[in-house]
């Protein structure tokens, strides 16, 4: 019998709660004050990106009120201290599991691609589980150029996209063609970096001109993406190990409600309610290709315990992949949790079974063993 996520979950969670007295969580975070190292940061949102003090108190407590232990460090360097003296190894904890809420990587004048890979592999040279996807992942994940040619070119429906460096150059030396309407991004970043009413064009003799200025504002290089018109809709994926993907959610932007083609910016994403989610309200067919969409790029890509796919589904009802968050957004105000209240869950016990979803994947939770677990693709409705 296939399970539904309304039952699969909250049993996950539970499997959590009576494991919590075991469990140390270590939850790694960049904080605002970070922004002084480097100036450049600041072209990228840094500080107003860091999770609020709000959000990391509501974690702690979500995990402390059922008998965690939880310790919060500010960035990689005090956890690598830690993990280097053995004092995090001798708390009288039999799950130890780090949280990597660490951004894209810290370069002299802004963010470059790697640092997310830098929590979980050092947490496995010391033993020690960490939360959502491996290394290769994290890497990949934050790069939008390579790991959509990499879905694109085992099959899945993606955008063509082509890549521009900081140098000046496109990658392989191919530019998106004339006439291409195209929507510019950050390549290493989320939360929509580098994006604004004036990233949406058609490529004409201005392409590099744009792209350029882009490139320079941010500080990194860009990645150039076929715009696809239509509803934005987001879908999280937990596995424990087998995916379950909980119900779509569409984006709704507080300055064009009513307007399924309007592109999300990093202002909307700081604007407070600047965009909201709702239950994607669609045919059973659109539903299916969804969620097989989905587990196929959760797989591709080698993706573990937590992600979330982004789609954009055109006017004859065909997703498109466009953008892949490797560790989705905690919030109150989150898509995932909006997917994830859908289903039953309060935000404490939304938070608990993000993290019971990697304890499982990595065997510590027996009951959702793989050989204890049912195949194949989870229903996604409520």
């Known amino acids: 019998m296939v399970q539904t996520a309304s039952d699969r979950l909250p049993a ?16 790694v975070y960049d904080r605002p004050g970070r922004a002084s190292e480097r100036p450049g940061l600041e072209r990228t949102f840094f500080a107003q990106r860091c999770v609020s003090d709000e959000q990391l108190t509501q974690t702690i407590e979500a995990f402390r009120e ?3 232990y939880v310790e919060l460090f500010e960035g990689e360097r005090p956890l690598l201290e830690a993990l280097a003296d053995g004092r995090l190894q001798r708390l009288p904890r039999t799950l130890k599991l780090i949280y990597n809420g660490i951004e894209g990587g810290i370069a002299v004048d802004g963010f470059a691609p790697g640092r997310k890979a830098l929590i979980p592999s050092v947490a496995d040279s010391y033993g020690v589980g960490c939360a959502n996807s491996n290394a290769y992942a994290c890497a990949l994940g934050r790069h939008k150029f390579h790991y959509f040619t990499v879905l694109r070119a085992l ?11 900081s140098s000046g150059e496109w990658a392989g030396g191919l530019m998106p063609p004339a006439g291409t309407r195209v929507i510019a991004k950050s390549t290493y970043e989320s939360w929509s970096v580098g994006v604004t009413e004036d990233s949406i064009f058609v490529v004409d003799e201005t392409l590099e ?14 990645t150039v993406q076929e ?3 239509g509803t934005e809709v987001c879908v999280p994926v937990l596995a424990c190990p087998d995916p379950i993907v909980t119900p779509p959610v569409e984006a709704v932007l507080a300055k064009a409600p009513g307007d399924a083609d309007a592109v999300m910016t990093i202002d ?35 993706l573990e315990a937590f992600a979330r796919i982004d789609f954009r589904v055109d006017r004859s009802g065909r997703p498109w992949i466009i953008d892949i968050g490797v560790s989705p957004g905690l919030s109150r105000g989150s898509s995932s949790f909006h997917s994830l209240s859908l289903v039953g869950f309060d935000h404490a016990s939304f938070l608990r079974v993000v993290i019971a979803a990697t304890l499982a994947t990595h065997g510590a939770l027996p009951q959702f063993s793989r050989q204890n677990s049912t195949s194949g693709i989870r229903n996604p409705r409520p």
Not at 12 to 27: G, I, S
Not at 155 to 165: D, F
């Open 12 to 27: 996950l969670e539970q499997a959590l709660v009576e494991r919590a007295r075991d469990l140390a969580l270590f939850l």
């Open 66 to 68: 059922v008998g965690a």
């Open 155 to 165: 099959g899945l429906r993606t955008p063509r996209v082509w890549h521009y460096r």
């Open 209 to 222: 001109e744009r792209v350029g200025r882009i490139a320079e504002a941010i500080g990194q290089a860009v």
């Open 227 to 229: 715009f696809v018109p």
């Open 268 to 302: 909307d994403n700081l604007l407070h309610l600047g965009v909201t989610y709702r239950l994607f309200d669609t045919a059973p067919s659109v539903l299916e290709e969804l969620t097989a969409m989905s587990v196929a790029a959760f797989s591709v890509l080698e």
